[in-house]
């Protein structure tokens, strides 16, 4: 079980799951809550990312992370190449499904990875997955094209189709003093149902349709044992939005949100890491917000060893 | 779309016939099981080993083609006593193989029929890397070699009862064999006793314990830490009141820190294979004895 302590000073439960060790046929099944394991990032836990922040596209689509109560089946097949197939079901909370469906199954997963090594030194993991989510008035907050905020609700359908790589180098698979690690995902998104436009005010109705894309790319190279820097670039693609009649009162400019952002990180020892990053970041239009972060991290008490 | 996924249906089940052979497959962590187990099963396993010679077998990645091997796997051979705490449990874990659970026939740990040396008295994190079922580099004597073998040989047997006399006469020739050979490293490595040596990590007590090898210092100031040049400065201080023989390094190790030192105190470094393919001459189980105490040697002449 893991406990996050919000900046509001609230704690959430991250994950707390039980995982069968009995099932025949290569199978896990997960139950409880969880962090789905869709794409490559999802289900790793927040300290152990290689950037202080989630790349956008996990932040605009699945709200930093999906995390679902319910349940999540695996399976690694009985080959000699690495195949890992699995899916689950679960209530994901306000984001994607919406306020209105906080405690029903509403989203749904399925994935597929494989792998394998290249020599000793490289090693190497890609894979597929979807993601399915009924939203009920599920709300974003947005500007009018005057640049007034206002306060939309969707309804309807969401698929949201997830492809990752990730690869892995070390001198002869020491990764303790040199290793790079190459990392990237692309996310297509299309919903379809309905929008509420200036739900607390003019509240209109009609159908929605979007179909909308983002990526990002990452590269971390550990030069000493202690001492790594990344580099990543993010971008989103706004696509398509139909909203029928509201689509003249929605802000919808035609650019494409992206940021750049340099880590480097020292590990006095496994327990604790000191970050310090500097990004660009033009996720809104117009804008260039350019950000310095330092960030320290310590664990306590015995901790698990990751996985790949 | 149906002849796609007809062709995937069909290269899945070439894949799982591929993978479907009769032999007893076994996955070994380190590479000194693995050769203990072709000594004892011949033909009648095939062996998946997890590292090589030259990697650090305490820190390891739960790779994608780890995972498969461990997915596939009757028997899961492993050092124990903490040494792959970094990544088999997570192995084992998304496996999802019931066979190799710890405590199951499956999962046999070699460290659990041999004498430990270093239990420590305290767990601190301060301390570094310790483990608290002691040192787990128990491959460096022979005779704990000896010490496995036999229930690793009754545990092969069980898992393949088909073929358990094959077992039971392989394990009593190579004891025979192993016996002898120890016989003949013995009487070789007379000299060696009582020898001061430095260690770069706490990873030949068993060595030393065995040859009578004497360690005056560790280039590592806590387990796992790689060598800071305070506490180096400190080693070579040290040594002027307890002067040593030779360096010893494992063939994973960075070698900076045993060059720094033997540039000051012209002392040999002797990189010892530390597992069978550790480097070119440590083929086997016997040749990998016989080219660390011919280092040993050649370092103390």
Known sequence: MSVALAADNSASVEEAFIQTTSLPAGMGLKAGRFLASVGYQNDKHAHT???INAPLAYQVFLGGALAQDGLQLKAVLPTDQFIELGGGIGAAGEYPSGTGNRKKPGTGTLFAHTGGDVGASNSWRAGASMVWAKAYDRPFEDIDSAG?????????????????????????????RTSLTLQGEYFRRIESGSLVYDESGQALADSFRSAQSGWYAQAVYKFLPDWRVGLRYDRLDIGNVNASSNTANLYVPAYSPNRTTLMVDWSPSEFSRVRLQLAQDRARYGLTDNQIMIQYQMSLGSHGAHSF | MNKLLQLAAAWLLVLVAQSAQADLKVLACEPEWGALVKELAGDKASVYVATTGLQDPHHIEARPSLVAAARNTQLLVCTG??????????LIRQSGNTAI????????EAAAFVRKLEVPERLDRGDGDVHAAGNPHIQTDPRNLALVAEPLARRLAELDPANAAVYQARSADFLARWKAAIQRWDQAAAPLRGVPVVVQHKAFPYLQQWLGLV???????KPGVEPTSAHLSAVLAGLQARPARMILRAAYNDGRGAEWLAERTKLPIVVLPFTVGGNEQAKDLFSLFDDTVQRLLKAAR
């Open chain 1, 49 to 51: 990312w290689d950037f």
């Open chain 1, 148 to 176: 007034n905020p206002v306060n939309n609700v969707f309804t309807g359908n969401s698929r949201l189709a997830i492809l990752d790589g990730v690869w892995k180098w070390s001198p002869n698979g020491n990764a303790t």
């Open chain 2, 81 to 90: 006593a903490e040494l792959e705490v970094g990544w088999l449990p997570v």
């Open chain 2, 101 to 108: 659970q710890p405590g199951r026939p499956g999962n046999f």
């Open chain 2, 215 to 221: 360690e005056v210092a560790v280039l590592e100031p």
